[in-house]
Nanobody, 118 residues
Framework: QVQLVESGGGLGQPGGSLRRSCTAS????????MGWYRQAPGKQRELVAF???????SYADSVKGRFTISRDNAENTIHLQMNSLKPEDTAVYYC????????????WGQGTQVTVSS
């Protein structure tokens, strides 16, 4: 069973920065894409950013210019650098991966609360 293990900071101040990481493990043949979703209280889960195996990236309009997603292929790890934080970035953040093992599947991390508050 593929596991996505999340790590990194969870509490930040407005205007500050946080960095989140996610590492995929188990019998991974290839990673098609990995990314981050978030869900704020009373709202639907939304895509924050993703990065493909070829290195292409995509961001939600709300985080463009502030968040950067990157990938360490050797470590099956992605990073989300979150700068210029806003209170509206407060949410539970979930790592997601579309990963090929013996079959192609979508996997989720455990989710981590990120709070932006002064």
């Amino acid at each position: 069973q593929v596991q996505l293990v999340e790590s990194g900071g969870g509490l930040g101040q407005p205007g500050g920065s946080l960095r989140r990481s996610c590492t995929a493990s188990w019998r991974i043949f290839s990673i098609v894409k990995m990314g981050w979703y978030r869900q704020a209280p009373g709202k639907q889960r939304e895509l924050v950013a993703f990065i493909t195996s070829g290195g292409s990236t995509s961001y939600a309009d709300s985080v463009k210019g502030r968040f950067t997603i990157s990938r360490d292929n050797a470590e099956n790890t992605i990073h989300l650098q979150m700068n210029s934080l806003k209170p509206e970035d407060t949410a539970v953040y979930y790592c997601n991966g579309r990963i090929l093992t013996i079959s192609l599947g979508d996997y989720w991390g455990q989710g981590t609360q990120v709070t932006v508050s002064s």
